[in-house]
């Protein structure tokens, strides 16, 4: 085994330094974190918010300790207190702790073959804003597409109420990202090869000043998914647009791999003498269940939305049903090579595919259960995405107020405003 003299996304990951930072600020983040992740615990009779006391519990702190910490993390407007509930045992009521509202807001953002888009995530979750805009980005211009992406981040920003304050933004792109700062190196279906797309980004006022890193979409829109937490802990993402990410989650973390470039579900080859796809080989994936392909089969054109081939299909267009039969299986193929390799709870079905899926489930299933050696006794499910649309641009949101969380000390003490 060789040991990479450069780091890569994967090891910088395993050797963050030790900063020099106080056990207080430690133990601050470590506050903050089991109120934001017993948030995060959102599914009906989910717990209440914690108290102090629960904090002091679950952290192994002492009362007084996460006292002292939640205000601060009160003061910094990254926690607020619910009003008091009477409990059954004895003593004070006990006052909920729960993540703020409206105060600090992370950016994500995305820019895809047939949309981009912008929205702005507080910690409690919620979408205080967001934008986009339909085009045509193929073979695009990537200077131009970031401009246009820039005006939506400053709309973005203008519609955000005056006591927020934006952490940073992270952008989804569909394609290869080995580094969160760029450059990316490709994207097939945009034409976009080599761009330093974060220079390019903050060179326009709407973004300057604010930290901006890139990862790939369905390495996002997993994180997404594996927040909403209906697939389980081990599951496939796919995300399916004009091209077809996926990403690995393995014990609720993404498995990137080597450089951070897992996942070309896309690109994995159905028929080696089939049809040339974007990336310059034959026969891929991407060529049979791709939106593009699958629009192209049903006899529509390309730039429709996704919505006209579901109501053409609802409306009993056999061609419409045909073509997804179709993508179904060429899926069903792609993703039993995939559980062969990989042994995960559930394939969860993302991006246009969620809509899709009434149509797609048993022809992906069928392909699984007959492909995949181990489907006589485990037989993975196949799931619909729960990350709501647009689980890219919420994932890229979520791993901006993740370093807030992180680091809840830079926080304190800053002004109010975006
Ligand atoms: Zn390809």
Redesign the pocket.
């Given at each position: 085994m060789t040991h990479p003299a450069v780091p890569t996304a994967a090891t910088a990951r395993r050797r963050v330094p030790a900063r020099q930072g106080s056990l207080r600020e430690h133990n601050l983040a470590l506050v903050l974190r089991h109120v934001l992740d017993a948030a995060g615990a959102t599914a009906p009779g989910a717990e209440t918010p914690p108290s102090r006391a629960d904090v002091a519990t679950a952290t192994g702190l002492t009362r007084g300790a996460v006292s002292a910490l939640v205000d601060l993390l009160i003061g910094a407007r990254l926690v607020d207190e619910l009003p008091p509930v009477v409990t059954a045992r004895a003593g004070r009521p006990a006052v909920p702790l729960v993540p703020a509202r409206g105060t600090v807001v992370g950016l994500g953002a995305e820019v895809n073959v047939d949309y981009i888009g912008v929205r702005a995530l507080d910690l409690a979750g919620q979408v205080l804003a967001h934008r986009e805009t339909a085009g045509d980005y193929r073979h695009s211009d990537p200077a131009a597409v970031l401009a246009l992406l820039a005006g939506l981040v400053g709309q973005v920003r203008a519609d955000l109420p005056a006591s927020a304050r934006v952490a940073g933004m992270c952008l989804a792109l569909p394609g290869l990202v080995d580094r969160v700062t760029g450059p990316l190196r490709l994207a097939?279906n945009l034409g976009w090869r080599d761009v330093d797309v974060v220079a390019l980004l903050t060179a326009h006022p709407e973004v300057d000043g604010l930290p901006v890193r890139l990862a790939n979409e369905a390495n996002l829109a997993a994180r997404a998914e594996a927040r909403a937490g209906a697939a389980g802990q081990s599951f496939l993402y796919v995300s399916g647009e004009v091209g077809i990410g996926a990403a690995v989650v393995l014990d609720g973390e993404v498995f990137a791999g080597r450089h951070g470039w897992s996942g070309?579900l896309?690109?994995t080859v159905v028929d080696q003498q089939g049809p040339r796809?974007?990336?310059?080989?034959r026969g891929?994936?991407?060529?049979y269940a791709g939106k593009d392909a699958l629009l192209r089969a049903a006899g529509r054109d390309v730039e429709e939305p996704v919505e006209a081939l579901l109501a053409a299909v609802a409306a009993g267009d056999e061609r419409a049903a045909r073509a997804l039969r179709s993508a179904g299986e060429a899926l069903g193929v792609a993703l039993a090579n995939f559980v062969n390799l990989v042994d995960v709870e559930t394939v969860v079905l993302g991006g246009i595919y969620a809509p899709l899926a009434p149509w797609l489930t048993d022809a992906v299933t069928a392909q699984l259960r007959s492909r995949v050696l181990a489907s006589a006794w485990a037989q993975a499910r196949v799931g619909v995405a729960a990350g709501g649309p647009h689980a890219a641009m919420t994932g890229a949101a979520v791993v901006v107020l993740r370093a807030v969380a992180d680091d809840p000390a830079a926080w304190l003490g800053a002004p109010a405003g975006a």
């Open positions: 097939p070309e896309g690109h796809c974007t990336c310059g080989a891929c994936l991407e060529q």
